[in-house]
Nanobody, 117 residues
């Protein structure tokens, strides 16, 4: 059974930084994409950033230049360094793993990021 455990959310002032981490455990194929999504109140869940097992990275336009995603394949972890945070970044952030071999996606429970103005 695959489990994703997120950490690092919290309250920060605008302009500040936070780092989110996600540790994946269980059976995941080596062909996968790890990433972060977020959902703000009243809005759809959206992709923030993802990184594939071949190190292809994708960022949402709204966070380019401010957030950096990285992964440690050996440890099955993915991190999101968030700098220059804005109030509009306030959301619940979810870790996601897409296992392409098994055609399955897994989700963490989410961690709340609140950016005050």
């Amino acid at each position: 059974q695959v489990q994703l455990v997120e950490s690092g959310g919290g309250l920060v002032q605008a302009g500040g930084s936070l780092r989110l981490s996600c540790a994946a455990s269980g059976s995941i194929s080596s062909i996968n994409t790890m990433g972060w999504y977020r959902q703000a109140p009243g809005k759809e869940r959206e992709l923030v950033a993802s990184v594939s097992s071949s190190e292809v990275i994708d960022y949402a336009d709204s966070i380019k230049g401010r957030f950096t995603i990285s992964r440690d394949k050996a440890a099955n972890t993915v991190r999101l360094q968030m700098n220059t945070l804005r109030p509009e970044d306030t959301a619940v952030y979810y870790c996601n793993v897409r296992d392409w071999f098994r055609a399955t996606a897994y989700w963490g429970k989410g961690t709340l990021v609140t950016v005050s103005s």
